[in-house]
């Protein structure tokens, strides 16, 4: 990940530690290297992360608060606002999710783009509204043509279709 100019090597060497130990599955561990990074020099990525290290935890309203917190450090990071529409999906709060990911696809620094575009298509499909998710996917596949959920998700509603 990339971060923004100016972030001390010491806190990006934190926010590393805690990805690798959050992807190895030491969530405790994350989340405390994650806090480092943050003390020594917060990001809108360290918010951000920590925020995922505690969903998985199942603190969803922590995870929504870091973000918050991660867009109030950037507005341009991207990340943050999919996350919170991919919390605010799983909490069942599909429409008040929908400003989250369209914020998310208009971000100036993402990287991912194609998450906010299938997290739209989960909705509409939810929602029986077909035609607005196959054209989320295929903004999902334009911004990443290898995406296979996607491709395989607009095959399938599109055989729905016919």
């Known amino acids: 990940m990339e971060f923004p100019r100016g972030v001390p090597e010491e806190a990006r060497r934190a926010f590393e530690r805690g990805y690798r130990a959050q992807m190895s599955g030491r969530l405790d561990e994350a989340l405390e290297e994650y806090r480092r990074s943050i003390e020594i020099h917060p990001t809108a990525e360290a918010h951000t992360f920590l925020g995922w290290a505690l969903s998985f935890q199942g603190h969803t309203d922590q995870a929504i608060a870091e973000c918050k917190t991660a867009i109030a450090v950037d507005p341009a990071f991207g990340n943050p ?82």
């Open 81 to 162: 606002y999919n996350d919170i529409g991919a919390y605010l999906i799983e909490l069942g709060r599909l429409d008040e999710a929908v400003p989250w990911l369209e914020r998310a696809k208009a971000a100036q620094r993402y990287e991912p783009r194609h998450f906010p575009y299938f997290n739209l298509a989960r909705i509409y499909v939810r929602q029986h509204r077909v035609y607005d998710a196959i054209r989320e996917l295929e903004g999902a596949l334009a911004a990443e043509p290898g995406y296979t959920l996607a491709r395989r998700e607009l095959h399938r509603l599109r055989g729905m279709l016919n």
